[in-house]
């Protein structure tokens, strides 16, 4: 559907489950992928070329598969380009076959992952009964872990359509209730009567799913007690072939895309694949002419569409760009964040992406209505972005990491949205140094100097920030993230669009963008969006190869003239297209496939972008700028040959392109037979002209790629203190563990303790370390030392006092706060010292669930006139009102005696919903740390 999530967040969350979830993975699953990958008989195709040898020499191969001029080779799996139109292929995806027999399962109440503790299932065998009858489980009881006796064996696979019945005893649950309002689970979270709507399970086996934050739109994975004894039960039916993913066997052009740009390589699978993108780029034109996101989702998604217009769309369909964009802008004149992780904006940070895409389609089309239009937009988001998200400390953006917004997926297990606000990201730091630049271009355009030397400071800043906070020399490369509480420390996991923003838009110097493209790690089949990867999470985003990312690296492999990562990156986005006869989203970077991740679509818009931008801007190496269209192509010597592109619009020119040769230096250049200067036309040119270029045909000098194998980290370690020591559990394959104090590394030890030493407060974490590079997350910070120094300001003492029947709030009630209630409150602080000090709130938002929605509350905290900072209040369930935590914490210099600190509602506070923007106060809290 059309999107236009500020209106409608309940719809859009519906609309699209694809980001922002919970999942886990069963390591038995993937072992049984991995076995079939390698054994599974093909399909039958009625194209009985797919088996006769590829044409010609190849132009790329690997361990894991080969590209040809006219096809694809991956063990038993051919595509081939039967003409410039046709495709034909025998890929069948190995993700439901050989289903393990033994089922891993967890319950949940609302949707959360409650029942047991992190790295605990339930396990039972699903096997024919001796003598046959129903399958079901024991009468499990909730928050005790079940193990089937039973071992699982090697050679026997789960039958098609096993039917199962799950059994479940809530009466602990339901007592607890009873004698107390509240039921505390293994994590010591308590779950209030009031608050408990639904019981579900979730589990590894399909229709079962480790998604739990959507548990809520899956009806089916519902236990029921339809006789009020307390027992609940469900029955499912397991390995349905029927519901197996499944892919064309061929593709044959059927819409007609002549008024388009015409492509032909003298290699038959590019050419194809070029044409299969342009119909699909067609096909996502929607009839109110906005770009649909894909086959399976509908609408407009600011992060979506605005990097599919900087790869493609801005050059291929202007006017749709144009309309796709505004569709993204609230009536207010803001850009739409999409819904997100606890309720979106500012948990999420990264829809200045549509700036760059706007400047992009300004640079195309030299539209000067549309820069005035989109100028003051962008001038607004990032004003509101400045006031909310922007870091003075570390001269960084927080927020989520641009695109990457399924929680677990890229961040460890304990950071909860609140954590994922104060973190600052690689990808969407480069994001919002790029809207600076973007921003300060605009206000130039338009005459406003001061406006723009402003964001050109401001960019400056943010790359400063980068440089500083992120780089990791050691590595060569980026790391993930600053994460933590009130210490913050860096993931030094590589996030692959980051690396690849942070050549192109010149973050990087350029050694510093060398390297990052020699040194970053990429797999067999692609790069990763993380490396290494998350064990116990299943792919998606982790463990996971994105084409249209994959086409971002092929952009900065490009600028920094790395010809080998470039030709690793086309093979890596050929291959795809080519056996799935479509542009998916995703794939699995351990094998290849795409059934295997946990959602996919075909025909999806930013990675067909991606595919055309491998002809545009890498192979023609097309570079819009205000008033000319510049050339730096490149072509891999092992792509080397003749080109044409024709029919290409520029402004008010139609070219007709021969590119001729290999490498990425022009030896000659012509514009109707004359010499162009500066290889760029002007924007000033009309009508239809031959352009005619010759490559040098020498290879650039050598370059490294960081090919690894696809490895995973040791789990995240948590870690609990009793005697002055902190003490976590020990993993396999760990040699040695790192102790962090404040953020910054204290000791190593091969041990699972380290002793504590009495002092002021500190905030301690562990990392476990495998080989020399593999390093777990950061364990959950744990205070530590002078705890005394906490301070409360019960909050019904400095306002009138909610009348909603919540429960677990503390001392004699609790405040509201919304667009109307409180909009400001005064309140009094009293410190016995002077010093530095984090102030944070105990608050309760049940407007919406944790993984989606837009109704983050935000609030803005002030010292007299002078803004402290922002405050967060992000969703923790629907309804869940009962459910309180900590916001993010603003760090304070206070004198000795008491201060009047303001929590106001401001005009850069209004969140994406608009009309809700509220949250119960409990207390005010104040800690000295230092």
């Not at 500020?6 to 699209?16: D, E, L, N, Y």
């Not at 579900?200 to 899956?218: I, Y």
């Not at 008024?259 to 070029?274: I, K, R, V």
């Not at 699995?588 to 818009?605: E, F, K, P, R």
């Amino acid at each position: 559907m059309p999107l236009f999530s500020w209106f409608h967040p309940t719809q859009a969350a519906v609309a699209r489950q694809r980001s922002m979830h919970y999942l886990r993975f069963s390591a038995s699953t993937l072992a049984g992928i991995l076995m079939l990958s390698s054994c599974q008989t093909p399909r039958s195709t009625t194209d009985a070329a797919a088996h006769v040898p590829p044409a010609g020499r190849a132009l790329w191969q690997s361990a894991a598969y080969s590209i040809y001029p006219d096809s694809v080779v991956q063990g038993p799996y051919h595509a081939r380009a039967q003409s410039a139109t046709a495709l034909t292929s025998n890929y069948q995806s190995p993700a439901n076959a050989f289903l393990s027999p033994q089922v891993a399962f967890k319950f949940s109440t609302n949707g959360k992952d409650n029942e047991l503790p992190i790295g605990q299932d339930n396990l039972f065998l699903a096997l024919p009964k001796e003598g046959g009858g129903a399958l079901e489980t024991p009468v499990l009881v909730f928050g005790q872990r079940y193990v089937d006796p039973r071992p699982a064996p090697a050679d026997v696979y789960l039958a098609p359509n096993t039917p199962l019945k799950i059994r479940l005893d809530m009466r602990p649950v339901l007592d607890a209730f009873k004698k107390q309002g509240y039921y505390v689970t293994s994590k010591g979270d308590k779950i209030y009567k009031q608050d408990f709507k639904q019981v579900f399970v979730a589990g590894n086996t399909a229709p079962l799913s480790w998604d739990f934050d959507n548990l809520a739109n899956k009806p089916e994975l519902e236990l029921h007690d339809p006789d009020g004894d307390g027992i609940y039960e469900v029955t499912l039916m397991l390995n349905q072939p029927a519901a197996a993913k499944t892919t064309a066997s061929s593709w044959q052009k059927s819409l007609d895309t002549a008024d388009f740009p015409q492509y032909s390589s003298g290699h038959l699978l590019e050419d194809a694949l070029y044409n299969l993108a342009l119909e699909e780029a067609r096909r996502a034109v929607e009839p109110d002419g906005t770009l649909r996101t894909g086959k399976e989702w509908g609408g407009v998604w600011t992060r979506d569409v605005s990097y599919s217009i900087i790869l493609a769309q801005a050059a291929l369909q202007p006017q749709v760009a144009m309309t796709s964009l505004l569709r993204k802008v609230t009536p207010e004149g803001r850009i739409v964040q999409d819904t997100g992780t606890g309720g979106a904006y500012p948990c999420s940070t990264d829809r200045v992406i549509w700036a760059v895409a706007a400047w992009e389609i300004y640079q195309v089309t030299g539209d000067e209505a549309w820069l005035r239009k989109v100028y003051p937009i962008v001038k607004q988001s990032i004003a509101d972005d400045r006031a909310n998200a922007y870091d003075p400390a570390t001269g960084l953006v927080r927020g989520e990491s641009s695109f990457l917004d399924w929680r677990e997926q890229t961040y460890p297990r304990w950071m909860q949205p609140v954590d994922i606000y104060q973190s600052q990201n690689l990808g969407t730091n480069a994001v919002h140094f790029q809207a600076n630049v973007v921003l300060a271009q605009m206000a130039r355009q338009l005459g406003e100097a001061a406006v723009a030397a402003a964001h050109e400071q401001a960019a400056v800043a943010i790359k400063a920030g980068i440089n500083q906070h992120l780089w990791q020399e050691s590595a060569g490369y980026y790391g993930q993230y600053l994460y933590g509480r009130n210490f913050l420390t860096l993931s030094p996991r590589a996030e692959a669009l980051g690396e690849a923003l942070s050549v192109l838009f010149g973050v990087a110097d350029e050694a510093r963008a060398r390297t990052v493209v020699a040194r970053t790690p990429t797999t067999e089949f692609g790069i990763p969006c993380i490396y290494p990867q998350i064990p116990g999470i299943p792919p998606y985003h982790n463990n996971a190869v994105w084409p249209f990312v994959q086409s971002y690296w092929a952009l900065a492999a490009a600028k920094v003239g790395n010809e080998a990562a470039l030709a690793e990156s086309m093979a890596a986005i050929y291959r795809p297209a080519a056996l799935f006869l479509t542009n998916k989203e995703n794939f699995v970077a351990q094998n290849g496939d795409y059934a295997g991740t946990q959602i996919n679509s075909s025909n999806m818009l930013w990675s067909l972008s991606g595919s055309l931008s491998l002809v545009y801007k890498v192979l023609f190496g097309m570079h819009y700028e205000t008033d000319r269209l510049v050339f730096r192509p490149f072509v891999p010597q092992a792509f080397q040959g003749n080109r044409r592109l024709t029919n290409f619009k520029y402004r008010q020119a139609v070219l007709d392109i021969d590119l001729q040769g290999f490498g990425n230096v022009i030896q000659a250049i012509t514009l109707d037979g004359q010499p162009l200067a500066d290889a760029a036309v002007p924007a000033t040119l009309t009508g239809r002209h031959a352009l005619r270029i010759v490559l040098s045909s020498q290879a650039p000098a050598a370059a490294a790629t960081n090919k690894i194998a696809n490895l995973f980290s040791p789990e995240t370690p948590v870690v609990t203190l009793a005697d002055d020591r902190l003490r976590w559990a020990a993993q396999p394959d760990v040699q040695q563990y790192k102790v962090l104090r404040n953020g910054r590394l204290l000791a190593t030890t091969a041990a699972t303790e380290y002793a504590v030493a009495a002092g002021p407060y500190a905030e301690y974490q562990v990392i476990a370390v495998a080989g020399s590079r593999l390093a777990s997350f950061a364990s959950e910070p744990l205070p530590v030392g002078e705890l005394g120094s906490v301070h409360q300001v019960q909050l019904e003492t400095v306002a009138v006092k909610a009348t909603q029947p919540y429960q677990g709030y503390s001392g004699q009630g609790f405040v509201e706060i919304s667009t109307t209630q409180n909009r400001t409150l005064t309140i009094p602080v009293t410190v016995p010292e002077a010093g530095l000090y984090a102030v944070d709130f105990r608050y309760a938002n049940g407007n919406g669930p944790i993984n989606t929605d837009n109704k983050c509350g935000i609030r803005t905290l002030r010292l007299g006139g002078k803004s402290l900072g922002t405050i967060v209040l992000p969703q923790r369930g629907v309804g869940e009102w009962s459910n309180w935590g900590f916001t993010n914490a603003v760090l304070v210099p206070l004198p000795k005696g008491t201060t009047q600190l303001t929590l106001a509602y401001e005009p850069a506070n209004a969140n994406m919903n608009g009309a809700v923007n509220q949250a119960m106060l409990d207390y005010l809290r104040v800690q000295k740390i230092k």
